[in-house]
């Protein structure tokens, strides 16, 4: 009698539970962490956030801690331990991949490419459907063999479709999906923050150290003690490049649309008859609450054992989720 079960297509190592995807990732921890194909981008930017941190910690924090509060150096730690977190989160955790289609199901899928028609300026095959009067456009990827969901992509550094795909984070070295969105949302809020209280902090400090050596000219600390201005420009540098990061993200959930969706014009100019993205809720807070503070999706990538019927999760073609 034959099993009505398909093994899937991932090695696993009993001794250390690691796992070889298909794509470009590699799972450790029975499943738990999805290693980064990019790591050196990972290290330079957990660098930059570390220095100056060093540099504020070893020469500000002893004299923020006696002459101001103790509770300064205590907050900057306090965010500055999120903010790594919540790297750390982004980077390792699985964005969302969608597994790959087994063999049954690309056959059951083939006979519908025929009939399949191209997205209007493009030759890719796709099956449209109607989300909230607006036209989106199902993909055929060839690499997975089966249907995108709608707000699905195939990332070509990660070799995976990716549910809710936002894009390729170079400097996390992970895609940017619908797992791990609102972490990365998180790490780029807890930067900002982190960066403005160094600066405020670090400004405090040389003030104070330049009236300590009753210097007229504030702006002669940063050359007396050049770690102030090593301090200065991490953080300045920092701050300008998440600024603009954050705020372009902020307005993209508010409007609850992805990078993918905006760069690309999916909807034509969200849609051109109500301005708005098809997933888009009633206002702006509504979108905001749901894309951060929405159900969490559970990840359909199971590394080990094999695959039932109720282990096929979709995760739904009409799902207001990002």
Not at 313 to 321: A, E, F, I, M, P
Request: aromatic letters at 14%.
């Amino acid at each position: 009698m034959q099993s009505d079960k398909q093994p899937l297509n991932a090695k696993c190592d009993e001794n250390n539970g690691s796992n070889k995807w298909p794509g470009n990732n590699t799972f450790v921890c029975r499943g738990l962490i999805n290693l980064t194909n990019q790591p050196f981008h990972l290290i330079v930017t957990v660098v930059f956030i570390c220095l100056p941190l060093v540099f504020f910690f070893v020469f500000d924090g002893p004299f923020l801690w006696n002459q101001i509060s103790p509770a300064v150096p205590i907050v900057v730690a306090v965010v500055a331990l999120y903010c790594l977190t919540s790297l750390f989160g982004t980077a390792f955790k699985d964005p969302g991949i969608i597994p790959r289609a087994t063999q049954p199901e690309v056959e059951f899928f083939k006979p519908n490419l025929d009939v399949s028609l191209p997205c209007p300026g493009s030759s890719v095959v796709t099956q449209k459907v109607v989300i909230n009067g607006v036209d989106v456009y199902m993909r055929w990827c060839k690499t997975c063999g089966m249907w995108r969901p709608p707000r699905a992509f195939h990332c070509k550094d990660c070799n995976n479709c990716i549910a809710g795909f936002d894009h390729h984070c170079p400097w996390v070295g992970n895609c940017i999906g619908i797992r791990n969105y609102r972490i990365f949302h998180m790490f780029l809020l807890s930067s900002l923050v982190l960066s403005i209280l160094v600066i405020f902090s670090t400004v405090h400090f040389a003030a104070q150290g330049a009236m300590q050596v009753d210097l007229h000219d504030d702006s002669r600390i940063y050359l007396e003690r050049p770690f102030i201005l090593c301090t200065m420009v991490f953080s300045c540098v920092g701050f300008f490049t998440v600024v603009g990061f954050y705020g372009y993200h902020f307005l993209l959930a508010s409007s609850h649309l992805s990078t993918f969706e905006e760069t690309k014009d999916l909807y034509g100019f969200y849609c051109e008859r109500t301005r708005k993205s098809p997933f888009s809720h009633e206002n702006c807070c509504s979108n905001l609450c749901a894309v951060l503070n929405g159900p969490m999706f559970p990840s359909v990538v199971k590394l080990k054992g094999e695959m039932t019927e109720k282990d096929n999760v979709s995760y739904g073609s009409t799902s207001n989720n990002l």
